[in-house]
């Protein structure tokens, strides 16, 4: 039977991940390994300076004071006596497309799962209060089924995004590339009840490339959303203009100290 | 004159970010808003759920009890007057190179600084403890002076690591691809001494891809890698194959509830 | 029908205060507003530089991202519409007893409810793996009990040791006073995986004043201990002697600047 | 010569702990182990699930991840090679009076030295913007010269608060009682940018034991408040109340399980 793990950022006690947990279960072993609270926006972050403790808080589920990389990461590196087949994270309450995945605790944790024998998935609502988890955990079942049957290369990562909508009301499946925004919204400053400053990121920027092909596009009309990662940020368009450029820079050792 | 800020992950304090400083202040108004402490590992993560606190430690520079990104991102949405032109990110103790650049703060304090008039720099020297932060400096003058004049695109992030050697012994400049490693090592069990379970997570994978062309290849022969960094994570490549994949799974509007 | 608050520093989830939920629901209505996670050693930490997170995980149950005290203190200061009768915090998987007591968060909890109409109430079970809950639940409901019946004065902190016995077992009630432990063991060296130093704090100091009339000496000997605890940390039986002791220092408005 | 560990609550590089360094040190070998950064209202709370790192920041100077306790417990356990002979915990920007003494970081780092040979001394100043450090730095010092020459019991815990005035208006010094406040002011909701509530921990209630004889009277008139301060929480008044009261609850081994 396919083992899969299942972490995400919100928590392991999230309304998403016990949907997702539910959904799955009926089709694999599934062992859950989730942070304890809310790390949404964490990332990558990878917690080195300090010793992680995990907490068995039922069969196959562990809790982890970390951020959703140190999950997978620790399950897949020697926490489970059994390697998982896959990683699937979420499902999140609230999309993420777009530049924001660069900030994803969701898509991190399948990022860290790229080294497993199947792809990583990353399922994310559109919604910050989610109505229509069945509809997250219904696209989570179908994608797992179907990857066993007809799989992607190992090293493939699918960041998912989900309609909050019934599932009859979903238009269809699409391939994106993700979409662009803005720069972000102005600080938001204010004053603490003993009138010292605080600031508080500011909202997402507005939409800049949310066309046909995005992510933003194809949820916004009603279709699933599956766009594959990369993890190799190189940008290899880049490589011969930098290239050139850089031998505009002089030899060190020739120049002298 | 130019205005750059300046950022790192290793803390307002840290040597690298005092060299750095003063190499750029020679040449252009440099601000700095940094993490309070070592922040290393923190990647992309963004502070969501509470406000952050900005202290003047000095003229124009700042600490902030938060991460590099969230330093970055309060820099350029309203903390400073003046927008910057520019974010130089280092020196890092440590070299940031292959899969390592997705934990990296440093590299993710220059990707937040994609928004400005010219390209974001990350700058990492290769060693925890480094012994010759005069050539990372020496790196830093010479890319801003080369940009001021001959600039790149302003959306462009370079991810360099510099060797840690005297600046007569290094080799040259060298544009590359990110290298890859293999999975991490396994995770390091431990007990605390009361006798309970602690985990720390293990050090990164060997290398996989550190052939010519790779950022690894370059240093390790004595080269100041220069990569370009992409922010869009989309996997092109793939895009055709996973439109091809998703037609597979059927309209969930056709299939019913 | 009375309303108790229930808190703790293990967390909300810890099997002590649900016991200990329980416990009261028969005899009162509860309302739990407790640590998200575990807050051993807090003490009477307050968070004063950031703000508080409240989420409701059930009817009357809150868990706060924040101390034992913070919970408290907010649950008394208007978080709740209705304003307790009395604190019970517990029931903690450790004994708070002698010198421990100055670092113990379940204890703090209690302390910090000690504005209200009813005693404060602080209940531990001498073992870090409580077998027998059922026993400081027992205890938790018969204090309660008595209270309603025969109150102390409002103002009053017990602070309650129960063997991890069977109730069966247990020899009696001792009212005692705090015991003293020598100083603790010496802090633990240790290195993390990289070869960096760490340093975890020591066990507690042996016990030093343990005698008869001790907590301590009660619980060692199958009693429940009833510590009454005082707020006002004044020594007053020193205060002659620091006055005399103070005269010998001289008047700064004589001497000059 | 006298061994002097410094230590306070704001952290390593505050301005109060600066000019106590410089103040002791003319008289004193002086060491300062302090946390890395503010960390008022932290009570007594001890770090215990984590190890502690500890970084020299210069000669007998270290800053450590940790708390006020942490800092101080770390140093008398093991961390320092020569024990020192007593510890002095501020210049706290800020009075520690009265109920705030529970929640003090800076008071808590003067208890944790309470096992050396000579008294703990915890000092503020009655400002959270203090004009008159020197005024607290002279205080110091004349305290420290006194107890070399005319020592109080090694296990005595000093509390000391000074006006914010410069030295030729105190008016002189007066041992007190901690006085007493009336229940905090209300918590104070508020709502983050997306609109989700915050809640900050109220100020202080207002003065209800301010006469004659206690230290907020003292300050206020222009006088050294110094208090002696004790670890033993036994309420030792209510101990007869207290026997007499749990013999009601009747012996559980007697009434069975």
């Keep these: 039977m396919m083992h899969i793990l299942v972490s995400n950022d919100d ?18 072993d599934v062992t859950v390994v989730a942070p304890e609270r ?12 300090y010793p992680l403790r995990v907490h ?14 140190d999950c997978v990461h620790l399950a897949i590196t020697g926490l489970l006596r059994e390697e998982p087949d896959m990683v699937v994270s979420g499902i999140n309450a609230g999309a993420n497309m777009g530049d924001d995945v660069l900030y994803s605790g969701t898509v991190a944790a399948a990022t860290e799962g790229r080294f497993l024998g199947l792809p990583a998935i990353a399922i994310s609502l559109n919604s910050f209060a989610p109505r229509h988890l069945a509809s997250g955990a219904r696209v989570a079942r179908q994608i797992v089924e179907r990857l066993s049957r007809d799989p992607l290369p190992s090293d493939t990562i699918l960041n998912i995004n989900v309609p909050d ?16 925004r803005h720069r972000a919204e102005p600080v938001v400053r204010g004053e603490d009840p003993r009138g010292r400053p605080i600031y508080w990121i500011g909202p997402p920027g507005n939409e800049e490339d949310a066309g046909p092909g ?3 596009y194809a949820v916004r009309n009603g279709f699933v ?18 290239a050139g450029w850089v031998t505009g820079l002089g030899r060190p050792a020739e120049e002298g100290g």
Tied chains: 1, 2, 3, 4.
């Design 11 to 28: 928590g392991y006690q999230a309304p998403g991940i016990l949907a997702l947990f539910d959904a799955l279960s009926k089709m694999a």
């Design 38 to 49: 809310d790390r949404s926006g964490a990332s990558n972050s990878l917690t080195l300076d």
């Design 56 to 69: 068995e808080v039922g069969e196959r589920r562990y809790r982890v004071e970390g951020t959703p990389t």
């Design 165 to 180: 909508l019934p599932w009859e009301e979903i238009q269809g499946w699409e391939a994106t590339r993700l979409g662009r």
């Design 214 to 216: 995005t992510d933003f």
């Design 225 to 242: 959303s599956v766009t594959p990662i990369q993890v190799d940020l190189t940008r290899y368009t880049a490589l011969d203009q930098v």
